[in-house]
């Protein structure tokens, strides 16, 4: 799951509505039908998906400016994943019958929304992309260096379950240990449990060919 952010406000004429979220409420299931799209205004939200075994893992978190559901709502189709409050958050709510009727009163808000789209198939475009050139590991000193904000010597806490960052990072959690493992032993990081320390930042982004 990705996220796209679009530069600018809203259009003046475009109807939405504030909601605010007490932590585990949930916006929709994976299922439910696509009528409405959302904006992260505060907090956070956590999109989530069911594995073969029933287990709900986390793919994604959102944050303020985030757009979600956008994309299964103009299509009127139904929504591929769970989505709930990680946090006490804030979203607005629009309709997606709303929108369309605002768009044929008013045509200038529609580059809005062909922005916002464009921006989604953009950061698909690239995950993809990442997902097919790059290794597991270099993935994983990606995610890592993400966290830590390109510091040296930083303190990290996976905000996921190993389980759940493997589905992040397009592996399984057994490929996702041996990379932790083989990190900590050529002296990049250190592991304990679910905290990271990052040792050797200017390692970790040579691995990326960042330097």
Known sequence: MTAAKVSGSLPPALPGRPRRLARGTVLFQEGDKADAFYRVDRGEVRISKVDDQGRVLQVARLGPGDFLGEAPAFLSGRYPFLAEAATDAEVTVFQTREVWAAVRRDPAAAPFFIQL???KCLVLSRRVESLGLDTVRQRLVR????????????????????????VQLGTIAETLSRNLKHLQEDGRIEVRGAEIRIIDCPGLRAELGEF
């Open 117 to 119: 789209l464009a921006r």
């Open 143 to 166: 995610y890592l260096l993400g966290l830590c904000g390109g510091g040296g010597g930083c303190l990290v806490r996976l905000p996921v379950r190993k389980a759940e960052l493997a």
